[in-house]
């Protein structure tokens, strides 16, 4: 794993020229939005309903990600990367143009037509962009670059905005914007110039033109073809746009009505907001250790509905003065702080949620469907938003829920809808669990897991301190481990939840329970076969002195059956701590105890003898027990 900050990704052009561009592409699309929206309100000279104008606008961006997002996937596919990024920010700068023209033109069609062909433009993007990543990173870099990609295109979003806003403030209106538009698309397309050969999946791939047909087999591909972590992970994702999407088209309406707020509250709002999301996301690649941690999706969760009800229940209360109140005068009410903790909790904890879903999706699909699955994703995002607007009229209008308890229904709802996914998808509960374990009661440092091969089969092999051991071992290397433990440990409360969803396999002594031994060695091999890394304790008992204990014969039994190589780790410093043996510990002594785990040099099978391998582990403990 990799040392480095996740911001040494900006420094290297495998990333840097991409991420420019996609930061750019975002900043354009909500530049161009947000002067659209505004010249309906302020500028234009219309005899229609200038409201219904304005929902126009949503509708006209958000229908091309129906429409052309299956394309958008099979295009990613068949075609490279970087050459099909090119041709879009090519289009980009024509599809400016015209809009650009529109401004000058005072022409609203022309200005609807931009729009259209702006959403179309992010439709076939999107895939893309989402896609290339997991082909230009290393995969202990995934999180921290899609951390990267979130904040750029969350503090872009609220650049673009301000920035609309303050082209929009003078007379000379149209020339600002026209010429900022296609500007920054041409300074796009300049960076994109810069991104390093991304080869096709499946050049062979034959383009179904049929949209309607190839976006409900893309849809299928997503979420019936997909292992459950990859197609609940795109209903989370998913899930999280509608509550984006409630929450982002709210707030003015709660500035005003609540806060008692001008456009300047509603600015101030919206940054705290894209700033928690930037810090959660950045946040992330820490908290994961930079691998790929979906247990940091039920953290994000939690903290999404704690702060959604607190948002509710600290709004109110705020006084009403003959004009509305700037940024200013309202930071003087002791109660805006606590609102405005609420938003960046909101925005951090939804950082937290959505950064390990990109990278687990992208992490876990097969490079030859990788863009067609995000395509997927995109259209169920565009779906969840459009009903997130149903949603927010049945309860605003029919209902007749104020904004703030609107908010705490959709906290609320977030509780039925993540505790679905996790019921289904149990790994993300269970990894939630370790981290927390290792994020809490222990420190974990690593020393050299980079031996740990990213693919194939190994038997991992380390010596048994305590009751949590595996769980410290799980949390702490990049790949899902399949443990070899006690069966009566296997079997403890609470604790068999997260076995068993880890896959691990229960053994007794050959003489203890015949058939429980001889199904865990046809498991292990199973496992092997498979290509995938198997952790045993060849002690075949916790240690009831911090001492190694003699190691069992069962690793020649498994390298016999199935060769494959041998990893020796150490556990250093867990004598003594909670869940050791230690007779002296007491019960808060170490509580919270900061620990290594060590690998040593991987040994050929017909070298791994027990012997020899209590030799190296011992080795690697050394005198830290």
Same mark, same amino acid.
């Given at each position: 794993?990799?040392?480095?900050?996740?911001?040494?990704?900006?420094?290297?052009?495998?990333?840097?020229?991409?991420?420019?561009?996609?930061?750019?592409?975002?900043?354009?699309?909500?530049?161009?939005?947000?002067?659209?929206?505004?010249?309906?309100?302020?500028?234009?000279?219309?005899?229609?309903?200038? =409201?219904?104008?304005?929902?126009?606008?949503?509708?006209?961006?958000?229908?091309?990600?129906?429409?052309?997002?299956?394309?958008? /996937?099979?295009?990613? #596919?068949?075609?490279?990367?970087?050459?099909?990024?090119?041709?879009?920010?090519?289009?980009?700068?024509?599809?400016?143009?015209?809009?650009?023209?529109?401004?000058?033109?005072?022409?609203?069609?022309?200005?609807? $037509?931009?729009?259209?062909?702006?959403?179309?433009?992010?439709?076939? *993007?999107?895939?893309?962009?989402?896609?290339?990543?997991?082909?230009?990173?290393?995969?202990?870099?995934?999180?921290?670059?899609?951390?990267?990609?979130?904040?750029?295109?969350? &503090? =872009?979003?609220?650049?673009?905005?301000?920035?609309a806003g303050m082209m929009m403030s003078g007379s000379a209106y149209a020339n600002w914007v026209a010429g900022a538009i296609v500007l920054v698309a041409c300074v796009g397309y300049l960076a994109s110039r810069g991104i390093p050969r991304a080869?096709?999946?499946?050049?062979?791939?034959?383009?179904?033109?049929?949209?309607?047909?190839?976006?409900?087999?893309?849809?299928?591909? /997503?979420?019936?073809?997909?292992?459950?972590?990859?197609?609940?992970?795109?209903?989370?994702?998913? @899930?999280? @746009?509608?509550?984006?999407?409630?929450?982002?088209? +709210?707030?003015?309406?709660?500035?005003?009505?609540?806060?008692?707020?001008?456009?300047?509250?509603?600015?101030?709002?919206?940054?705290?907001?894209?700033?928690?999301?930037?810090?959660?996301?950045?946040?992330? #690649?820490?908290?994961?250790?930079?691998?790929?941690?979906?247990?940091?999706?039920? *953290?994000?969760?939690?903290?999404?509905?704690?702060?959604?009800?607190?948002?509710?229940?600290?709004?109110?209360?705020?006084?009403?003065?003959?004009?509305?109140?700037?940024?200013? =005068?309202?930071?003087?009410?002791? +109660?805006?702080? @606590?609102?405005?903790?609420?938003?960046?909790?909101?925005?951090?904890?939804?950082?937290?949620?959505?950064?390990?879903?990109?990278?687990?999706? +992208?992490?876990?699909?097969?490079?030859?469907e990788r863009a067609r699955v995000i395509a997927a994703n995109n259209i169920l995002n565009a779906l969840f938003m459009v009903i997130s607007a149903i949603a927010s009229i049945l309860f605003l209008s029919l209902a007749k829920l104020s904004i703030? +308890?609107?908010?705490? %229904?959709?906290?609320?709802?977030?509780?039925?809808?993540?505790?679905?996914?996790?019921?289904?998808?149990?790994?993300?509960?269970?990894?939630?669990?370790?981290?927390? $374990?290792?994020?809490?009661?222990?420190?974990? #440092?690593?020393?050299?897991?980079?031996?740990?091969?990213?693919?194939?089969?190994?038997?991992?092999?380390?010596?048994?301190?305590?009751?949590?051991?595996?769980?410290?071992?799980?949390?702490?290397?990049?790949?899902?481990?399949?443990?070899?433990?006690?069966?009566?440990?296997?079997?403890?409360?609470?604790?068999?939840?997260?076995?068993?969803?880890?896959?691990?396999?229960?053994?007794?002594?050959?003489?203890?329970?015949?058939?429980?031994?001889?199904?865990?060695?046809?498991?292990?091999? #199973?496992?092997?076969?498979?290509?995938?890394?198997?952790?045993?304790?060849?002690?075949?008992?916790?240690?009831?002195?911090?001492? &190694?204990?003699?190691?069992?014969?069962?690793?020649?039994?498994?390298?016999?059956?199935?060769?494959?190589?041998?990893?020796?780790?150490? &556990?250093?410093?867990? @004598?003594?701590?909670?869940?050791?043996?230690?007779?002296?510990? /007491?019960?808060?002594?170490?509580?919270?105890?900061?620990?290594?785990?060590? %690998?040593?040099?991987?040994?050929?099978?017909? &070298?791994?003898?027990?012997? =020899?391998?209590?030799?190296?582990?011992?080795?690697?403990?050394?005198?830290?027990?």
């Amino acid at each position: 794993m990799s040392g480095h900050s996740q911001f040494s990704l900006l420094g290297k052009r495998r990333f840097l020229p991409f991420f420019l561009t996609q930061l750019l592409g975002a900043f354009n699309d909500n530049i161009f939005k947000q002067s659209l929206i505004l010249a309906i309100l302020y500028k234009l000279s219309l005899e229609a309903d200038r =409201a219904l104008l304005v929902n126009l606008c949503a509708l006209l961006f958000i229908l091309p990600f129906f429409l052309f997002s299956a394309l958008g /996937g099979q295009f990613g #596919e068949k075609f490279a990367k970087d050459a099909l990024i090119r041709a879009i920010k090519l289009a980009e700068i024509l599809i400016m143009a015209v809009g650009a023209g529109g401004f000058l033109l005072n022409n609203l069609p022309l200005m609807f $037509l931009a729009l259209f062909a702006m959403g179309t433009h992010s439709a076939i *993007f999107g895939p893309v962009k989402y896609s290339i990543l997991p082909q230009a990173l290393h995969e202990d870099e995934l999180v921290g670059g899609n951390a990267l990609v979130e904040m750029g295109t969350f &503090l =872009a979003i609220l650049a673009g905005t301000i920035g609309a806003g303050m082209m929009m403030s003078g007379s000379a209106y149209a020339n600002w914007v026209a010429g900022a538009i296609v500007l920054v698309a041409c300074v796009g397309y300049l960076a994109s110039r810069g991104i390093p050969r991304a080869h096709a999946a499946m050049p062979e791939l034959k383009v179904d033109w049929n949209i309607f047909r190839q976006s409900w087999s893309i849809l299928r591909l /997503g979420l019936q073809q997909q292992t459950p972590s990859v197609s609940r992970s795109l209903v989370g994702n998913s @899930w999280f @746009w509608f509550l984006g999407a409630i929450y982002l088209t +709210q707030i003015p309406a709660y500035a005003k009505e609540w806060l008692y707020g001008d456009e300047s509250v509603v600015t101030l709002i919206l940054t705290v907001f894209s700033v928690g999301i930037a810090s959660g996301s950045m946040l992330c #690649e820490r908290l994961s250790g930079g691998k790929v941690e979906v247990g940091l999706v039920p *953290f994000g969760s939690l903290g999404l509905t704690v702060f959604g009800v607190l948002l509710w229940w600290h709004s109110g209360g705020f006084a009403a003065g003959l004009e509305p109140h700037n940024w200013l =005068a309202v930071l003087t009410e002791p +109660q805006a702080w @606590w609102v405005l903790a609420d938003i960046f909790g909101i925005g951090l904890f939804g950082g937290f949620y959505i950064v390990p879903l990109y990278a687990l999706i +992208q992490a876990r699909t097969a490079e030859n469907e990788r863009a067609r699955v995000i395509a997927a994703n995109n259209i169920l995002n565009a779906l969840f938003m459009v009903i997130s607007a149903i949603a927010s009229i049945l309860f605003l209008s029919l209902a007749k829920l104020s904004i703030p +308890q609107l908010f705490l %229904a959709v906290s609320l709802m977030n509780i039925a809808v993540n505790s679905y996914i996790f019921k289904l998808v149990p790994e993300f509960s269970m990894r939630f669990l370790i981290w927390l $374990l290792t994020h809490s009661m222990y420190r974990v #440092e690593q020393r050299n897991l980079q031996v740990i091969p990213d693919e194939g089969a190994a038997v991992l092999v380390c010596n048994h301190v305590s009751f949590v051991d595996a769980l410290l071992i799980g949390g702490t290397i990049r790949r899902p481990v399949r443990f070899v433990m006690y069966y009566k440990i296997y079997n403890l409360p609470v604790l068999n939840f997260i076995f068993r969803t880890a896959g691990t396999v229960p053994i007794a002594g050959r003489s203890e329970d015949l058939l429980i031994y001889d199904a865990a060695f046809k498991k292990i091999a #199973e496992y092997l076969r498979n290509g995938e890394l198997v952790c045993i304790f060849p002690e075949g008992k916790l240690t009831s002195d911090g001492e &190694l204990n003699e190691f069992k014969s069962g690793i020649e039994r498994i390298l016999d059956e199935t060769p494959v190589p041998v990893i020796p780790l150490a &556990l250093q410093g867990l @004598w003594g701590s909670f869940f050791s043996r230690d007779p002296h510990k /007491g019960f808060f002594k170490r509580l919270w105890s900061r620990i290594t785990l060590v %690998a040593g040099q991987p040994l050929a099978p017909e &070298l791994a003898k027990c012997d =020899a391998l209590q030799v190296q582990v011992g080795a690697l403990r050394g005198s830290q027990r």
